[in-house]
């Protein structure tokens, strides 16, 4: 597609379930950015990838958060053992080549913890 | 760490006025700056991009400005409409590929 896509659009999981949620970049786009938006506030850097590498994780909240993009295209962030603090909208991004370049910005994910 | 700040974060104006939106940040050394709209439940739209190197950049009725050795940027939006109603974010680079995002200036127009 023409832009980046994320599903599912929204996920309800009991507290305790595992989540994946997966990003589908633009064709072509070396980097990919994870980002948590929580309700109000502007979206927080989780991870970036460079192709299949994961050059940044730093802003990982815990060892309980995952992502891979073993491709260098798709990527999942997983979430075990989830948390009500995890509640928030999970955004993913791309960009092409260049680090002057706009990074582009899917619908997001909307998760919710019960 | 870098921090954004974003004022005022509402704002409410009647059609047709031309408004300005403020970012600043603490950390002179960004390698860019970029300006996007949310609307509610959508993800980010990109408006303009601005690099280090530049001082301003136009697209249509917006206009963005930095001045990166105050650590400054504004978003100017000329004859608004009740379409530019929207949630409006600073997000700054660092040399890292680190965003860091203010939190945001919510945009209302009134018709």
């Known amino acids: 597609g023409a832009g980046v896509s994320q599903s599912p659009r929204y996920k309800v999981a009991k507290r305790g379930q595992d989540v994946a949620l997966r990003c589908d970049p633009i064709?072509?786009?070396?980097?990919l950015f994870w980002y948590q938006q929580a309700l109000g506030q502007g979206p927080e850097f989780l991870t970036y990838?460079?192709?299949?590498?994961?050059?940044?994780k730093s802003g990982l909240p815990s060892d309980r958060f995952f992502a891979e993009r073993p491709e260098g295209s798709v990527s999942t962030l997983k979430i075990q053992r989830t948390q009500q603090e995890d509640s928030a909208v999970y955004l993913c991004a791309s960009r092409g080549g260049e680090s002057n370049q706009p990074q582009h910005f899917g619908d997001g994910t909307r998760l919710s913890i019960l | 760490k870098q921090e954004v700040t974003q004022i005022p974060a509402a704002l409410s104006v009647p059609e047709g006025e031309n408004l300005v939106l403020n970012c600043s940040f603490t950390?002179?050394?960004?390698?860019?700056l970029q300006w996007f709209r949310q609307d509610p439940g959508k993800g980010l739209t990109s408006l303009l991009l601005i690099q280090s190197s530049q001082r301003e950049q136009t697209s249509g009725r917006l206009n963005a400005s930095l001045d990166k050795s105050s650590g400054r940027s504004t978003l100017y939006i000329a004859a608004s409409q009740p379409g530019d109603s929207a949630t409006y974010l600073c997000?700054?680079?660092?040399?890292?590929?680190?965003?860091?995002f203010g939190t945001g200036t919510s945009l209302t127009v009134i018709p």
């Open positions: 997000a700054v680079m660092n040399t890292g590929n680190q965003f860091y």
């Open positions: 064709s072509g786009h070396v980097s």
């Open positions: 950390d002179s050394a960004i390698y860019n």
């Open positions: 990838f460079q192709n299949e590498a994961q050059l940044d």
